[in-house]
């Protein structure tokens, strides 16, 4: 299994071990991150729909590849998931950012995908992650929304040639 280590973090390539723990931190950074971007509403139209089985499928059998961000103590700080050029999500929980975790993810993913053959990143991104990808050298495209649980949810089409 590729590990890849910064600063008291380690990457590694998630199992299906890891689902309850991503769920969690994926809801929480939905919470707290995103609530000055997002009303009320959406913020839970986004957040409550998510289950620990649902990442597990994904990785088992909807083709996805997660890499999960863990400090000492194997606690998960952050995940990337994409499927061929395309990341399903990137977060990183609200205790841990701005330590380059989610750079660090960003990294791996787009190494994985390069390594793939992969020659065009695409991806709705959130308004809140917005700045941070711009940062990365993804361009901006589309607004558009995502449809969650019959509440319109804000986002934007990015993408990046690798």
């Not at 890849?4 to 931190?25: P, S, V």
């Not at 995103?34 to 409550?48: L, N, R, V």
């Not at 660090?104 to 809140?128: H, I, N, P, Q």
């Amino acid at each position: 299994m590729r590990r890849y280590n910064f600063t008291g973090m380690q990457i590694r390539r998630a199992t299906i071990d890891d689902a309850a723990a991503i769920c969690d931190m994926h809801v929480r950074s939905i919470r707290q991150l995103c609530s000055a971007d997002y009303t009320a509403e959406q913020i839970e139209a986004w957040a409550w729909r998510k289950r620990p089985e649902n990442y597990s499928r994904a990785m088992s059998e909807g083709g996805e590849t997660m890499f999960v961000a863990v400090d000492e103590h194997d606690r998960v700080a952050g995940f990337v998931a994409f499927r061929d050029g395309e990341i399903y999500g990137l977060y990183v929980a609200p205790e841990s950012v701005r330590k380059g975790i989610g750079t660090a993810l960003l990294e791996v993913a787009e190494a994985e995908m390069r390594r793939a053959g992969v020659t065009v990143v695409k991806f709705r991104s959130t308004t809140t992650a917005l700045p941070f990808y711009l940062r990365h050298g993804y361009c901006r495209g589309e607004d558009a929304v995502a449809h969650m649980s019959g509440v319109d949810v804000p986002c934007v089409w990015m993408s990046k040639t690798l």
